[in-house]
């Protein structure tokens, strides 16, 4: 009888999504530009797109770290099969749209209401807890499905599923918090690149690190 | 006399072809942004644009799902000679092209009229066949010109071949069916994505597997 | 005394240059867009930029088969110096500018006179012609600074360096022609695409084959 | 005990890196086009946009010698942790948006005032300075947590540290210089290119070459 393809290693996987990664974090410069400028007033131009600016910081900030927590993750993650690469396909979805949310934010820094306001940093906040979701069915499915590596400890493996489980709530928090303050929003979302400075643990058992 | 270079390793026509996909992937949230809005109308502004959001989300999964199932064929081609190439380039073209029927879709739904839809429907999913129909012929090029890696199972590689024609068949009947129902042809695009999820057979022979 | 650092190997920045041509090709495609339509006449809008779908194919088909190329090049080139790195990086500038005369040579067919197409078709090859002067640089370098891999036959190498050469010229050709007739010229840059399915030599000396 | 998971290989951040130089390297291509052109003017309108073409070419060869010198850089450092992961994504975060004050230089050539011109180019310069910064901080930091790989001299690896110091005094000379002569820090922007065809020296020990 004829079996099913085993699940294959997830480096393809990885390299894919570092290529998303990539391309989605370098696309966030596109939306930064001065809307023209009349002779001798270049330099207002400029000062006029400060929350282009730094929404473009910003963003570039938190889209690297998630990159970097994802490569993180992968690490541990040592083969893919079909409903993995669709979650992962789902998470990615989700990074690529952030420019959109982005330059909402930017815009309405600049000519928006304070619901406006509040209405784009909610948005960017949401899609940044979608994309959450998304990266813990990442790893829950890896874990239920026995797609790691060999070697790890199932204890700190369920302390690494509740670490991740942290940033979906802190973005959710955001999205929500952005009705009342849409700067205490944006400092939420920021915390979790704050947060990956703290180093993360190893998964290893004791008996397989080297 | 000197001899021809032999077929190379097909592993770098497979980067370059993850590298199309992923950016072709990431390109299209360029295409989801709002045309502008009236203080205080921000979150009416982002209501309007639904066809934008559900064309980016619809198309990112289905191109998903190709890079997957692409990647999935060259796990069984292990060489690559100047034919196949040039095969898998011109595919490479059609999914990079996908975002202008996308972006078609979206601008019909929004303020075209029903044969505007059907127009749109029908050049997205007659894309979708084109690609496809090169899909194919690098696999029955590959499997003629024996670029196969060694030991799979000749009654598996056939059985493969008829399974990658379907999705050619479907989306040939996708482009047909756009005339009667917009609906009714997107929703058999989304189809093979959901097909995906069935397990693909292991190609190898009984004696080859490990 | 300190040395200098030995030349790396090459692969580093063939993986460099594969990003570049795959970014360059899927950008081409945000050229391909209708300039809005009526309701009820997007098939007519579609038909109506049959010259940028043309322009698309065309140098999507060019540009992958001077990847494919550069990516049979690389297969002879085993390390790489600054030098080497700086031609290839003014190589890639202009594939990376190639969608540039891409669009002039669609907007020419569609708004332009005789003499516009003239020029932007001259353009458009003269660009190859500058980046194919590079590209043969690459190779030239390679050669006198000892940058090949181990065990080429030196007659077919030299043999080799007048087969690239000859893209030179053909586009050269191109160029001037273009003032004559553009579609001729237009036909001569995609000569090289057909040359490519000619089966490239094998460069590697008699005793140097497995 | 559970320990802390030991720092990574850095090919990882190195292959993102790469991406992310590819990818803006290739935007910068965007900004090059025409504004539109009356039938029979397409050469004059060519001609017109000298500035983007030159300022395309400039920051080509500019972003591609940056992305040598850390393509050689990481070839010294080999393991990557949290902090070094930041630091390289915010002088990814540089080199990303260096296209939008290369457009804005090119926007001020043809339609700026000499103070305007000032600006941009200093605007240009500043963020090479910040990125340069960045990267400087990169090489301190690899250095001071012993990320590097192993064996090389103590003594060539401060002398690089200098070397790499330089960029970022130039680029800050440039860009306070911009307010006496554009083309002066244009020509010391340019600089670091050239001084790149030095070659660099070799940091291992003598016990540790082959």
Same mark, same amino acid.
């Given at each position: 009888v004829a079996g099913i393809a085993p699940p294959r290693p997830a480096d393809r996987l990885e390299a894919f999504s570092d290529g998303v990664f990539a391309i989605a974090i370098t696309l966030l410069?596109? +939306? $930064?530009? $001065? +809307?023209g400028f009349r002779p001798g007033e270049l330099a207002a131009a400029i000062g006029a797109i400060w929350p282009r600016l730094l929404a473009y910081g910003v963003t570039f900030l938190i889209v690297g770290q998630v990159w970097a927590s994802h490569h993180g993750m992968f690490r541990w993650i040592g083969r893919a099969d079909h409903v993995l690469v669709l979650l992962d396909v789902a998470m990615l979805g989700c990074i690529a749209l952030q420019p959109f949310p982005t330059s909402l934010v930017a815009e309405s820094l600049r000519d928006g209401t304070g619901a406006d306001r509040a209405v784009a940093v909610a948005f960017y906040s949401g899609l940044l807890f979608v994309g959450g979701l998304f990266y813990n069915a990442v790893w829950r499915y890896a874990v239920r499905r026995r797609l790691l590596v060999d070697g790890l400890d199932p204890r700190m493996v369920r302390l690494q599923g509740r670490r991740y489980s942290v940033g979906v709530v802190v973005y959710l928090l955001a999205a929500l918090l952005a009705f009342v303050s849409v700067w205490v929003a944006v400092a939420l979302d920021l915390l979790l690149v704050v947060g990956y400075l703290v180093p993360s643990p190893d998964l290893r058992a004791d008996d397989a690190r080297p």
């Amino acid at each position: 009888v004829a079996g099913i393809a085993p699940p294959r290693p997830a480096d393809r996987l990885e390299a894919f999504s570092d290529g998303v990664f990539a391309i989605a974090i370098t696309l966030l410069a596109l +939306d $930064v530009r $001065v +809307d023209g400028f009349r002779p001798g007033e270049l330099a207002a131009a400029i000062g006029a797109i400060w929350p282009r600016l730094l929404a473009y910081g910003v963003t570039f900030l938190i889209v690297g770290q998630v990159w970097a927590s994802h490569h993180g993750m992968f690490r541990w993650i040592g083969r893919a099969d079909h409903v993995l690469v669709l979650l992962d396909v789902a998470m990615l979805g989700c990074i690529a749209l952030q420019p959109f949310p982005t330059s909402l934010v930017a815009e309405s820094l600049r000519d928006g209401t304070g619901a406006d306001r509040a209405v784009a940093v909610a948005f960017y906040s949401g899609l940044l807890f979608v994309g959450g979701l998304f990266y813990n069915a990442v790893w829950r499915y890896a874990v239920r499905r026995r797609l790691l590596v060999d070697g790890l400890d199932p204890r700190m493996v369920r302390l690494q599923g509740r670490r991740y489980s942290v940033g979906v709530v802190v973005y959710l928090l955001a999205a929500l918090l952005a009705f009342v303050s849409v700067w205490v929003a944006v400092a939420l979302d920021l915390l979790l690149v704050v947060g990956y400075l703290v180093p993360s643990p190893d998964l290893r058992a004791d008996d397989a690190r080297p």
